[in-house]
């Protein structure tokens, strides 16, 4: 029955009344212009109840939020409807398979070869589509090939999905990390590299934009030092070797120190005490171990100069010629020897050889330790003894003939009364007899004797003969 009109008048006739009133008791409803309404009889009047319009679907969650292709995402909402029917899931565009469908909620599948990244999910069905939820797509490793057993050096090839090939993309080896632009190649599905001395045990990862996705366990079958400690000495330091894959005993292992291999003094699955290299020049070098697995990763070890003897002795005066012996004292820039606070330049001694240094002890001199450095980088110290006497301060540092100035150090001595071999001299000029105030062996006191040149001038200390140190006075 079609109705041209939404509602109209019933008076002309009962049976016409009654007879629409059957049919809407029986029927309930008339098609009117292709659409079904539902009526009401209300008096005389048979009128159309509007029907409201269905809402579209309504996501309200997601979970999990982020996956690889093939992760189950369930979404809970209203308005899916019971049964799918023409209903899907898109995720980025693209339709995800349905694994179950119910009017609140369903269970979707991304499927495809996906970028990794973040993407909207949408739920449509007959009644248009829902508001979206963002899933990230993240990096997942399905294979590592020939094997999970890997070496330092060893290629691998490693597929999966969402790989990616913009930034952020890395690959890693338990804590060792490389950059997609390390790789032999890289693409959405595929990686070739080699694995890096930088690995550690543990797991493989894939990131993309910063995000790491699933881990895959393999095994690093190649010895691996983890620590060594210390980090610097000379070549008899006993150095102690911490990691795995060692073997539990020795066998045909080695450790290497720049190439060359040391001493060992216990082996063990994972620990090595180590020492001595021969006569290595000094710096930096790569500590490694050896096995039937191949090389480990290498820890950096510093050698050092190594003061051994000085000789005549350790007691010393500022002029007197020393030899140091020892080893590792180098021949390249940053070589210095010190006395005390006073430095000098290889260029400045006698002769310098990796293991001999022949040097005059320098007026800059100060009580304390003797070093040798080498690359800028002080080896061990050796206590020796200032026998000259030392000038430390004077008060004031200035001032005109007459001026009394006090003098502190240490070795001055004692100086009986006109004493010819003990004296203190302003720019050469000798104070005179009366102008001795004190003397004792940490301190003098005397006045600016008549005739020092206006300016600078160096002042010193003779004690029984032997000069003392430098320090500049200002004459006026």
């Given amino acids: 029955m079609r109705v041209a009109l939404e509602s109209f008048s019933c ?4 049976t016409l009344v009654k007879a629409v009133v059957v049919i809407f008791l029986v029927v309930n409803s008339l098609l009117v212009f292709g659409q079904t309404k539902e009526y009401i009889y209300v008096g005389d009047r048979l009128s159309v109840i509007e029907e409201t319009p269905q809402a579209p679907p309504s996501i309200s969650s997601i979970s999990p939020t982020s996956g690889n292709v093939g992760t189950d995402i369930t979404i809970t909402g209203t308005g899916f409807h019971a049964i799918q029917g023409t209903g899907k899931v898109r995720v980025g565009g693209s339709d995800a398979f349905i694994v179950s469908w119910s009017e609140t909620q369903i269970v979707a599948r991304p499927v495809g070869n996906y970028e990794p990244g973040t993407y909207t999910l949408v739920v449509e069905t007959d009644q248009g589509p829902s508001n979206s939820k963002n899933f990230a797509i993240l990096p997942q490793i399905d294979t590592i090939a020939p094997s999970t057993s890997l070496r330092f050096g060893a290629r ?44 550690t045990p543990g797991t493989i990862a894939v990131s993309a934009n910063w ?40 066998g045909n292992g080695q450790v290497s120190l720049g190439g060359l291999q040391v001493a060992v003094t216990s082996w063990s699955d994972t620990q090595i005490v180590a020492h001595g290299a021969g006569n290595c020049e000094p710096g930096t070098y790569a500590l490694v171990v050896e096995t039937d697995q191949g090389p480990s ?4 070890f510093a050698i050092l ?8 002795s350790t007691s010393l005066r500022f002029g007197a010629r020393v030899t140091i012996t020892g080893r590792s004292f180098g021949t390249t820039s940053g070589t210095q020897v010190k006395f005390g606070n006073g430095v000098i330049g290889r260029g400045s001694c006698v002769s310098w050889t990796n293991t001999q240094i022949v040097v005059d002890v320098p007026s800059t001199a100060t009580p304390g330790t003797m070093a040798v450095s080498a690359d800028w980088i002080w080896g061990n110290s050796v206590n020796y003894t200032l026998l000259s006497p030392y000038v430390s301060s004077i008060s004031p540092a200035y001032g005109p003939a007459g001026t009394q100035v006090t003098i502190t ?18 720019g ?11 003397w004792t062996t940490t301190g003098i006191s005397v006045r600016v004797p008549p005739g020092v040149p206006v300016g600078s001038v160096e002042l010193r200390v003779t004690a029984d003969m032997y000069p003392s140190n430098p320090k500049s006075f200002s004459a006026q």
Wanted: hydrophobic residues 30%; contains cysteine.
């Fill in 11 to 14: 008076q002309r006739s009962r």
């Fill in 305 to 312: 100069p190594q003061i051994d003897t000085i000789a005549p």
């Fill in 156 to 199: 691998v090839t490693i597929t999966g999905r969402s790989f990616g090939t913009t930034s952020g993309t890395q690959l890693k080896f338990g804590n060792g990390v490389i950059n997609r632009s390390s790789c032999i190649s890289w693409t959405n599905i595929q990686i070739v590299a080699d694995v890096p001395w930088t690995a």
């Fill in 428 to 438: 050469g000029v000798a104070v005179q007899e009366a102008d001795y105030l004190q």
């Fill in 297 to 300: 990763n290498s820890k950096n």
């Fill in 211 to 250: 995000i790491w996705g699933n881990s895959v366990d393999y095994t690093l079958l190649s010895p691996h030092i983890s620590s060594s400690s210390p980090t610097s000495g000379n070549t008899d330091t006993n150095i102690t070797i911490t990691g795995a894959g060692f073997h539990a005993t020795q």
């Fill in 409 to 426: 150090g240490e070795n001055f001595g004692t100086r009986p009364a006109n004493d010819p071999d003990s004296y203190v001299t302003f």
